[in-house]
């Protein structure tokens, strides 16, 4: 399948899902609605498109500037070796967006990492839970709001507490 | 009141909950897995980790494209050059660098010196926790050889940082080859003691076969890539997929086992280190010999410094032992002139006006390496599988964004399933044999 005719057999499939496709460095990159995450990746995940592997899922912070959070999810089918690369925005007051647990099991991890450091909630994540950072942090460290080296308050022992 | 785990909120009255690690030998840098157990049997798992988070992404927003260069070094400490080599092509990639041909075999070189000295650590450490004390010591011993070349050339065992953006940072030391030489006979010594030590001793099959097991598709749900997916019959391999550098042009073979069980992501690294020790052999006979630096009298910096006060130095200089490799006579083959990514020879810095003016211009701040607006994905093959860089650029001096995607972050995920079900003594070999990078997983 060659790019065009995959892109336009993308958008034929996910209808209005699908808000632009743009190229970036010679990377595909689809733009997904918010609410349409799951139902998306769910069809691009079977066949044609066999995208059976999620490469990584991340976030990306124009809060300030777009007053949004982008999410980064990258994809890659083994069947046909290519890679590709999908975004959502969703509003940086209440960052909200589907959960991928059940499609692909390394997704439970990848979110919670998300919403460790970005604090997008997972709707239908069923443990998220700080990753990285501890229980009791205070907010979240790679949010462009977070100065660089702010220090945490202590956290009592777990015998004085 | 700290919330409960998931663990600990499901966990029958009657078993007992034991907490293995952060702190314990056989977790490999620090990471804890809490354990539900009836007697030696583990009824469900959960891991912890982020003991060794140290806020890479947060601190690489704070940081000049060229500065940051050194904290990608302790991503995946046993193979640095491996995470210099991502990052840096992800730059190129954003900034359209095409490389010269001598640093692109010097970058294989380094690579593969990375991914045998990764894959013996991991064994290394994984056949000590099974018991198998000698197999270790073989395999340290075989690793130093290996960093010898390394340490020759970079000047460092692990934070080398000597992968550039356009190039690498010095041409390789004259003894290379020699070493190099010693180091692949050593490895492959080593390789067949080993063999001969592991492959059918009772003990060792009893620990790592049949546990452990994966199904190819649970690998690929996981996002499992490297070694540890090959294990299970899925021969992905970013070298082969994505061919990058000149791995197109080097004939290799991508192992893979059958039943994704620890046995066979030992004897997949086993095998895989061997097809890479082929390769090293290829691309030392396509590195040619340096040519050696013009004759003639040379001047001390000092002095070089003293008279271009005066005048314009015309003199060769000699440069500091340190910066051996990076003559301005060198750099052309290794680094790319076009565009300014690399650092400006030293030589010209010191003594002219312009060469002051081209160093000032690539390290003040708001000036140096500043890809277009815009992102991308670049991937490589690291030790424990694909080393993934996505960058998002704003066209000023420090990325707005860069995220790792770790290999071993997919594979640590999938822990808790593996070992549910088994008894506690599987959990070491079967975490022994995922080769958990603590730098690199927790970031």
Known sequence: MGQETLIEAIRKTLGPAVEGVADSFGDTVLILRADAVRPALAALREPPFDYAVLLDLTCVDFAAAEGRFELVYHLYSMARNVRLRLKASVPSADPAVASLVGLWKNAEWLEREVFDMFGVRFDGHPYLRRLLTYEGFEGHPLRKSYPWRLEQPRIPLKDEA | ?443
């Open chain 2, 1 to 443: 009141m700290e919330a409960l785990t998931r663990i600990q909120s499901r966990a029958r009255p009657e078993s007992m909950l034991l907490n293995m690690g952060p702190s314990h030998p056989a977790m490999h840098g620090t990471l804890r897995i809490m354990l539900e157990l009836d007697g030696e049997k583990i009824l469900n798992a959960e891991c912890e980790i982020g003991y060794l988070h140290r806020g890479f992404e947060k601190t690489c927003e704070n940081k000049t494209w060229f500065n940051l260069l050194i904290y990608t070094d302790r991503l995946n400490y046993v193979s640095p050059l491996i995470n210099n080599l991502g990052y840096v092509m992800t730059v190129e990639k954003m900034m359209g660098v095409a490389v010269p041909e001598r640093a692109q075999l010097i970058r294989v070189l380094m690579s593969e010196l990375s991914r045998v000295s990764d894959h013996l650590t991991c064994l290394a450490a994984m056949a000590m926790e099974n018991g198998a004390f000698t197999v270790f010591l073989y395999m340290m011993k075989a690793r130093e050889y290996l960093w010898d070349v390394i340490e020759f050339t970079t000047g460092a065992r692990m934070t080398t940082s000597y992968i550039r953006v356009g190039g690498v940072r010095a041409d390789l030391h004259p003894g290379w080859r020699d070493a190099l030489g010693t180091a692949v006979r050593e490895t492959r010594r080593v390789l067949k003691d080993v063999s001969g030590l592991l492959d059918k001793n009772s003990i060792f099959l009893g620990r790592t076969r049949g546990v452990g097991t994966i199904s190819k598709e649970d690998a690929l749900s996981y996002g499992w890539t490297g070694p540890c997916l090959r294990s299970t019959g899925v021969p992905y391999d970013v070298r082969k997929a994505q061919p990058y550098l000149v791995y197109d042009r080097l004939s290799f073979e991508v192992p893979v086992g059958e039943r994704g069980d620890n046995y066979d992501r030992y004897s997949v690294r086993m095998r895989e280190m061997e097809q890479s020790l082929r390769l090293l052999e290829q691309v030392a006979a396509l590195i040619p010999d340096a040519a050696p630096l013009p004759a003639g009298p040379m001047i001390e910096p000092a002095e070089a410094i003293r008279r271009s006060r005066r005048e314009r130095t015309v003199e060769r200089i000699r440069l500091s032992p340190n910066l051996e490799g990076s003559e301005k006579d060198r750099l052309g083959g290794l680094t790319a002139a076009v565009p300014p990514v690399s650092v400006p020879s030293k030589e010209d810095t010191y003594t002219s006006m312009e060469g002051l003016i081209s160093h000032f211009l690539f390290f003040m701040s708001g000036k140096g390496i500043r890809p277009p607006k815009g992102d991308a994905y670049f991937s490589v093959e690291g030790g424990n599988g694909e080393v993934g860089f996505y960058i998002v650029s704003d066209g000023t001096d420090r990325p707005y964004r860069l995220h790792l995607r770790a290999p071993c972050f997919h594979i640590v995920s999938a822990l808790e399933q593996l070992v549910s079900g088994r008894l506690i003594a599987d959990v070491i070999p079967t975490f022994g044999s995922m080769n958990m990078i603590g730098g690199e997983l927790d970031r």
